[in-house]
């Protein structure tokens, strides 16, 4: 036997190993059970709840993150196929920016399966667009009951997609993991951000990318893990606060939209 057949039979079931690992296929949640295409003139109403105000009337002075904006049903609009969340500078309800938050409790709730929405985003410093998760009804508080971040944009890091989860440790601590993903292509464009989650993992995918994963195993959730429960979605763009961060007056007299084409749940 010469010497590179001899190390070819050494290194065959390595290869083969490896190769098995490679080809092992993902999930497949090719079963629509639920979307909104945004079709019409008008916001589907049994699909989505619109928020509104500063936080306040749910028990979240500022939303809980400082935000500076006043969600209003006027900000929300269905035109030509989309769904469109404008933010801009406009004083009202004591605020000086007004924008839109909506979310599916109550009316779609879910438990495991790809949660996708096909998204644009305008962007200036202090916007907040976000595509995400929380539990429909949690018998602890957040942290503990947990949130998964489909898709966070801040306009202060520009091109920066952000994938995350939230949770408490075993003593009631806020913890987070996740990673930020540079956009190939401008925030401008249509994108495609989505989780694949089951009872054991929860994967990201930005344009069928997998930017992250989790597992229940991980050592910081083993003991905690709350993704075993029924989620809602909601969509939503914050002005400044905690993550949105310093806000471009001069840039938010002119509005800024989130478009989203469509949201889609497969199982």
Known sequence: ?????????????????????????????????????????????????????????????????????????????????????RSQRENFGNMEYTSGRMRSLNKADFKYGRMEARIRMDNASGLWHAFWMLPSNPPVGWPMSGEIDVMEFVGNTPNQILNYIHFADINNNHRFKG?????????SNFHLYAVEWNENEIRWFVDDVMTFSVTREDPDLVDVWPFDRKFHLLLNTAVGGNLGGTINVQAMTVPRFMEVDYVRVYQ
Request: contains cysteine; aromatic residues 14%.
């Open 1 to 85: 036997m010469n010497v590179l057949k001899f190390f070819a039979v050494l290194l065959l079931p390595v290869l083969l190993l490896f190769s098995c690992k490679q080809s092992d296929p993902l999930p497949k949640y090719q079963t629509l059970v639920w979307s909104d295409e945004f079709d019409g003139n008008q916001l589907d109403e049994s699909k989505w709840e619109v928020q509104l105000g500063t936080g306040g009337s749910y028990g979240l002075y500022l939303w809980g993150n400082n935000e500076q904006q006043f969600y209003r049903r006027e900000n929300i609009t269905v035109e030509n196929g989309m769904l469109r969340i």
């Open 179 to 187: 990673t930020s993903y540079n956009l190939l292509t401008p925030h």
